[in-house]
């Protein structure tokens, strides 16, 4: 557990990294990548050339005799959450930094990029089951909150708990929302929770591995823990046939997470601890805008 100084330097560093990140990359794309609530009426003007003829105030036209168009504005604010996976797996890492590390950055970026756009932002943190909501707000210092509540607690728990963080987003968000589900998707279970949360609102998952989830090193015989159940293995890594099939198994479970996503109608992006994010990101918000 880190301390109260070491959490508030994190944070402080964190901020000072999100910050820029979403001032010089990713403001246009963010805004651009998601879609308000709808179109309301702002003014009108003089009919220009081009103006859609459907948009024709008659009223003002008929009082002034001359055609006049009504005007409308995209209504912005969206509400953005993140469903936080904070499982015991979340706190493995190999290289240069912990899934969980990963996800505290990810999550700050993001959590950002929305309060710079005026939109709210909440969180649910979850293992087995739910530790902590965040009902959404604007502003820095929320999103600071967020971060330091992220910051504060140690993954734990046991097998990770999808529907329960699905059913507390659904009951306390009514209104159309963009959820960011972080997570590495190391169970299974969570296609019904995706799916119906997916029929209402704009769901992303990302995917967070480590290197040392996808291959085996060849140093070997090596045990091995489930971190969330408890059961152990021996492999011996120096067998290409074990390596191979531990690979094949990586594969056949990411396939198994990307249909998931897909048959709900919902994004999904691959992020390794230790690789650069921002271009996954970035990648996805222009791809989005378009």
Known sequence: MLTTEEILKKVRLLEIKSKRLTNHMFTGEYHSAFKGQGMSYKEVREYQPGDDVRFIDWNVSARYAHPFSKVFEEERELTVFLLIDNSASMSFGTHLQR????????????????????????????????????????????????????????????????????????????????????????????????????????????????????????????????????????????????????EQDFHRHNNYVKDVFKKAGADLLHMRAGDDYVKVLQKFFINRSR
Do not use: W
């Open 99 to 246: 899934k969980k590390d990963l996800v505290t950055e990810i999550s700050a970026v993001l959590a950002f990029s929305a309060v710079n756009n005026q939109d709210k932002v909440g969180a649910i943190l979850f293992g087995d089951k739910v530790e902590k909501l965040v009902v959404p707000k604007k502003g820095k210092q929320h999103t600071l909150y967020i971060v330091r509540e992220m910051l504060s607690r140690d993954a734990m728990g046991s097998r990770t708990n999808y529907t329960d963080a699905f059913r507390m987003f659904n009951n306390s968000n009514r209104r159309r929302s963009i959820c960011f589900l972080i997570s590495d998707f190391l169970g299974t279970g969570f296609e019904e929770a995706v799916r119906v949360a997916a029929r209402k609102h704009d769901v992303i998952g990302i995917k967070i591995y480590d290197a040392l989830d996808m291959q085996l090193p060849d140093v070997g015989l090596l045990e091995v823990s489930d971190v969330e159940t408890g059961g152990k293995r021996l492999l011996d890594t120096s067998s290409a046939v074990v390596r191979y099939e531990y």
